[in-house]
């Protein structure tokens, strides 16, 4: 029950997602919650200098909080489902069924990376990353190399690349993101 709610939900949102999307506007309560946080001190900053309108900002700001509810953006719906799929999360990672938002999400969970850097993996110079974050997730041989392809399908994809294990993929991840934290 719990999870048909959350996928009907989902459906909703994405459904108006895609309005939005095409009308080139999005509200501000369905930004993620780090978008959110940082449009409103942008709204505060921009009122800063003057009393009336920093008065107005503060008002905004706090009836905008007070709606916003980072459970029922799409991302959160999206996470919310692939949690209630359990071990048949791992379908989301087959991008032609799944769909970019499922995809993503999936990939940024299964392999335990920012959903921002997950997308921005999937560009041309990233293949390498994008291939690592797949094949942490678990997918291997054709399904990984399947994957990689519907993304770069003008790409040559190097000789042994099935062979990547998700344990292997996870570790270079790993090693990669400790040393950009320094």
Partial sequence: P?????????????????????????PLHKLPVDLFHLTLLSLRAHGAHDHAADAKAAAADAALRARYDERRTRLALIEQVLAAMGSDASNALY??????????????????????????????????????????CGLKGEALVGQLAALHPDFDLPDGLETLRPDTAAAILAEATARTDR
């Fill in 95 to 136: 991008l032609q069924t799944a769909g970019v938002g499922f995809f993503l999400t999936a990939l940024a969970l299964g392999s335990r990376q920012d959903r921002d850097e997950a997308a921005f993996s999937t560009t041309d110079s990233q293949i390498g990353k994008l291939t690592l974050l797949i094949a942490a």
């Fill in 2 to 26: 719990a999870e048909s709610a959350a996928a009907m939900l989902l459906l909703t949102a994405q459904g108006r997602f895609m309005q939005v999307v095409r009308r080139m506007e999005y």
